[in-house]
């Protein structure tokens, strides 16, 4: 995954948990696109303190992850919403075949919740 996306999904699912100090900094940082310095000279800390606390957030939001795995089953449940769709474009199953097909792939989905 991008790293730009990864970050925005962790931040999106996890985001909240930061403090309020770290979720500024960490906003201007990646959705921003501030410079360190620019954040270091408007919080009046140093470009090492932004670097590191940015790096904290970020190790702090993936520890999240893979404790909750929140993102991916959030990931593996829109692809299976996705093959559900598809299924229901295609024109060469019966009713019964889609029938079947679709109540496979939401078991999948219930399995994962």
């Known amino acids: 995954m991008e790293k ?3 970050q925005g999904l962790l931040y999106d699912f996890y985001g909240e948990l930061l403090t309020d100090h770290q979720k500024k ?13 620019e954040i ?20 702090t939001l993936m520890g999240y992850e ?10 593996t449940i829109k692809q299976k919403v996705e093959e559900i769709n598809k299924l229901a474009e295609n024109q060469d199953l ?18 994962e919740l």
Do not use: P, T, W
Request: charged content about 30%; proline content about 0%; overall charge negative.
């Open 25 to 37: 900094i960490y906003e201007d940082a990646v959705f921003g696109d501030l410079s360190l310095g």
């Open 66 to 75: 893979e404790k909750m795995h929140l993102i991916q089953k959030f990931i």
């Open 94 to 111: 019966s009713r019964e075949e889609l029938s079947q097909k679709i109540k496979q792939v939401s078991g999948q989905i219930l399995e």
């Open 40 to 59: 270091a000279g408007e919080y009046g800390i140093s470009r090492q303190g932004v670097h590191d606390l940015i790096k904290r957030c970020n190790h």
């Open 4 to 6: 730009f996306v990864e």
